[in-house]
């Protein structure tokens, strides 16, 4: 069972994202797919979208899976592993959650259950790079997600100049040096496939 968080800052487009790379990796059905959305609000939007695109959704509210509510994620990998044992577990953290505590609590459910670690994709919005780096709170959270990230998705390219791309690019390169770069838009698809690929080829480092 591998699990695969898909982080970054509200906004730029994970939950789109998550519904696409779950219909990829599924493979017409020939692997089966679970999706665990975080949400801190009282009511779960993204859930609900999901659940209306026939999914089946774990929803974890009341807090952030790197803090509040880690016990219970780990707690919902472990009954996933034995209840539905999915090939994949697709991860959708609140947009303030750490994606190395993500993995920490992935882990306290992998005690109990066989688990493997996939990428933490982390999604860059393109449309703002100067907000989510150059703010000083705001900034501090986005760059810690950003290394801490496997892959880094630089988002909503559909919507800026190619140059604005080649811009967030190399701005989240000087936070870091050893992540995947991806261009994509879950609106066209762009880049989807390459992050599909990924998942499905990753290896966890012992």
Same mark, same amino acid.
């Given at each position: 069972?591998?699990? &695969? *968080? ?24 020939? !692997? ?23 999914? *089946? ?14 016990? &219970? ?5 472990? !009954? ?62 986005? &760059? ?49 496939? !390459? ?12």
């Amino acid at each position: 069972m591998k699990i &695969t *968080q898909i982080a970054g800052f509200l906004g730029c487009g994970k939950t789109t994202l998550l519904l696409k790379l779950s219909r990829a990796l599924s493979d017409g059905g020939n !692997r089966k797919i679970a999706l665990v959305v975080n949400e801190i609000g009282e009511i779960p939007v993204d859930g609900k979208i999901m659940e209306e695109s026939d999914m *089946q959704v774990k929803d974890i509210g009341g807090g952030c899976i790197c803090c509040e509510v880690a016990s &219970t994620f780990a707690k919902t990998i472990y !009954r996933l592993f034995k209840d539905f044992k999915p090939d994949h577990v697709l991860v959708e953290p609140t947009g303030v959650a750490v994606p190395h505590q993500v993995k920490l609590a992935a882990r306290m459910g992998g005690r109990d259950a066989k688990i493997e670690l996939g990428p933490a994709i982390v999604l860059f919005d393109a449309t703002r790079p100067a907000e989510l780096l150059d703010m000083d709170m705001l900034g501090q959270l986005v &760059t810690t997600q950003v290394k801490d990230a496997d892959v880094i998705a630089i988002s909503k390219i559909d919507a800026v100049e190619p140059g604005a791309v080649e811009d967030a690019s190399n701005r989240v390169r000087a936070y870091n040096a050893d992540a995947d770069i991806v261009a994509l838009s879950a609106f066209t698809d762009t880049g989807v496939d !390459r992050l599909v690929e990924t998942i499905l080829d990753w290896k966890e480092a012992r």
